[in-house]
């Protein structure tokens, strides 16, 4: 747990019900909008708005490379990392299509890419050049896990800053699934034969090997389960330890946070275990075809808001999912109450 105290405070409750309240009096039956009128009761208790606003929406896609790619655990090359990173700059990745569509703000952020970047529309915040091989020795120190989280708190300030009403986080990573299952494995003891999936495709004896190097680095690695930062440093990956500090970030500025997929939802599950006044502020974009998902949202008792079977990461179930929460909003300023339209509600009948 975290020593210090939580920075973040509690959504407005009171808001929040006299938002649901409000939510009854537009011309629809009570409820019938489902989801879509919890969204709008946890957008307002969230912002603290009678009518939230979550445009323009920020994207953040933190970039890292795994020193346990060199196990064979992907079914890509490192290099991609940062050829992905050069195409995010360009503009052709998913994510740059559907940030366009969404007219958000899109950052992308060098947490810790190997070699040098050139591109200079990244934000080059690098804390290593890659973790080093968890299989081996520790991922990272606990300072330079620390430091990774501060760079996910500058990104989200930034966002802030710039006038994004909400926070979508994306990543790339080659390996970070290998990362993410072990780290999954030791925050809720779940077996990483539960856990353990293709990631970018591996199959067969490869993914045989993918869940021996995980089993075993959890062995020999013996964080402390109690200790969400020794797990982070040992297992993890600096762009996750940076999501988990853009979500803290972004909670502490009361603004809502759309999680993407499995990683990134690994991320959240240690940024709450770090400080669990997160969990109200974070909203999940997308249900993962990745396996150990499933177990990620269950840890964190989240229902998320599609089923597409995306497994990309990049922030795509969040820029995906997002016209849902532009779309509670509209409904909450633009419908007509019953008075204002001359419909009759059940009570008159
Ligand atoms: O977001 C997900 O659920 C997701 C599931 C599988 C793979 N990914 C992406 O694929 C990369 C990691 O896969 P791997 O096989 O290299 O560990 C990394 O860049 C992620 O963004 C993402
Ligand atoms: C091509 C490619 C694009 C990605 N985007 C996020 N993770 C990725 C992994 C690969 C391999």
Redesign the pocket.
Known sequence: MNDRPSSIVPPDAARAERVGRYLDTLTKPPGSLGRLEALAVTLAGITGEDFPRVTPPGVVVFAADHGVAEEG????PQAVTAQMVANFAAGGAAINVFARRLEARLEVVDVGVAGELPQTSVVHDKVRHGTANLAREAAMSRDEARAALAVGRRAAGRAAEAGCRCLIVG????????ASTAMLAALTGAPVAELVGP??G?AGEALAHKRAVIEAALIERAPDTADPLDVLARLGGLEIAAMAGAYREAATRRMPILV?????TVAALTACRLDPALRPYLIFGHR?R?PG?ARALAALDAEPLLDLDL????GTGPGLAFPLLEAATAMLAEMATFAQAGVDDRAER
């Open positions: 655990v992907s079914a890509f990543e790339m990573g080659i390996a970070n699934t290998t990631g970018t591996v993407d997929g499995f990683i990134a993962s990745e998902h497994r990309l990461g990049e």
